[in-house]
């Protein structure tokens, strides 16, 4: 009984320890038809960010939602998120299934457009803005 005591509290404290990702959206600045990662903005930054992942038949469904705040005066930033490309589909675009973007819970149109850098970084191919 013991050990069956120690190893729900084991699990009961592994279960409550948070695990760091590494988020890669971001705002990005139009460059001669194309995005170009910014390093930060002034008045707008991410406040919240809820990701889920379901394997549903073997292929997965992801569901991203990020909550940004303006601290700032109204304005108007450009954000994006990258599609990315590598391994044995280095170079290419693979679009999702679906992509959805709102402001204020209203939908606002989402364009797919090459990353300015595109050849000099394996990191971002495209954005979706």
Not at 12 to 39: R, T
Request: hydrophobic share 40%.
């Amino acid at each position: 009984m013991e050990q069956v005591r120690r190893l729900a509290s084991i699990t009961l404290l592994f279960s409550l320890h948070a695990i760091p990702c590494i988020a890669n959206d971001g705002a990005v600045v139009a460059v001669g038809g194309s995005i170009k990662l910014l390093d930060e903005h002034h008045s707008v930054r991410l406040v919240a960010e809820h990701v889920r992942i379901k394997f549903d038949e073997g292929k997965p469904k992801v569901i991203c939602v990020f909550i940004l705040q303006n601290t700032g005066p109204a304005t108007t930033v450009t954000l994006g998120f990258p599609n990315e490309s590598g391994g044995a589909g280095a170079n290419s675009v693979f679009p999702f299934t679906s992509f959805d973007s709102y402001v204020d819970g209203n939908p606002v149109p989402v364009e797919i457009l090459p990353d300015a850098d595109n050849g000099k970084s394996d990191m971002y191919r495209s954005w979706y803005v």
